[in-house]
Antibody, heavy 122, light 112 residues
Framework: QVQLVESGGGVVQPGRSLRLSCAAS????????MHWVRQAPGKGLEWVAV????????YYADSVKGRFTISRDNYKNALFLQMNSLRAEDTAVYYC???????????????WGQGTLVTVSS | QSALTQPASVSGSPGQSITISCTGT?????????VSWYQQHPGKAPKLMIY???NRPSGVPDRFSGSKSGTTASLTISGLQTEDEADYYC????????????FGGGTKVTVL
């Protein structure tokens, strides 16, 4: 069955960096786009970034553009989110989610990981 | 990019029907059928309930249905059950350059 397992979260000081990983299994990883979605404590969901199946197309929310980089390794079935210049407002649970369709425009995220908590605090 | 507009809360008694609205613009909800709905129970990951406005993934009860009129999408829960108490979020693709995806603010559904 499809499994997505995030890791790499933790407590980090403002201005520092952190790299999140998402290990995928149970499907042909190289055939699907992947998203990162975050949720600040007690708040709603916020879309963060997407990467196409081949890694060629990458798009970001305005709130993270220029600071975060999404990438993938189709040989290792892994998704990454490199987060630089972290701010207090980046504190959230970060979820990776599998695109449920072959076209990137779709908002169908059919499988989600359990999330990893990132806390930005001095 | 502004979030899609959802009511903060909706409530109903078991067996009743409720509808959650999700209002956007012609650049997102009104322009494309790339609207989905997610259910989230406390401490859990979101779960896909409806995709492309009105399609239901396998395993989702048929009491959940979706529709769209103009720039407003809707999720209807018919025959409300206690396990339906959760937060619900809509999301839409936005046709900008570069493209974006935006969630609604979320709706807390309470089963009375």
């Amino acid at each position: 069955q499809v499994q997505l397992v995030e890791s790499g979260g933790g407590v980090v000081q403002p201005g520092r960096s952190l790299r999140l990983s998402c290990a995928a299994s149970g499907f042909t990883f190289s055939s699907y786009g992947m998203h990162w979605v975050r949720q600040a404590p007690g708040k709603g969901l916020e879309w963060v970034a997407v990467i196409s199946y081949d890694g060629y197309n990458k798009y970001y929310a305005d709130s993270v553009k220029g600071r975060f980089t999404i990438s993938r390794d189709n040989y290792k079935n892994a998704l990454f989110l490199q987060m630089n210049s972290l701010r207090a407002e980046d504190t959230a649970v970060y979820y990776c989610a599998k695109a449920g369709s072959g076209y990137l425009r779709s908002s169908k995220f059919d499988y989600w990981g359990q999330g990893t908590l990132v806390t930005v605090s001095s | 990019q502004s979030a899609l507009t959802q009511p903060a809360s909706v409530s109903g008694s078991p067996g009743q029907s409720i509808t959650i609205s999700c209002t956007g613009t012609s650049s997102d909800v009104g322009g494309y059928n790339y609207v989905s709905w997610y259910q989230q129970h406390p401490g859990k990951a979101p779960k896909l309930m409806i995709y492309e406005v009105s399609n239901r993934p396998s395993g989702v009860p048929d009491r959940f249905s979706g529709s769209k009129s103009g720039t407003t999408a809707s999720l209807t829960i018919s025959g409300l059950q206690t396990e339906d108490e959760a937060d619900y979020y809509c999301i839409s693709y936005i046709n900008t350059s570069p493209p974006l995806w935006v969630f609604g603010g979320g709706t807390k559904v309470t089963v009375l």
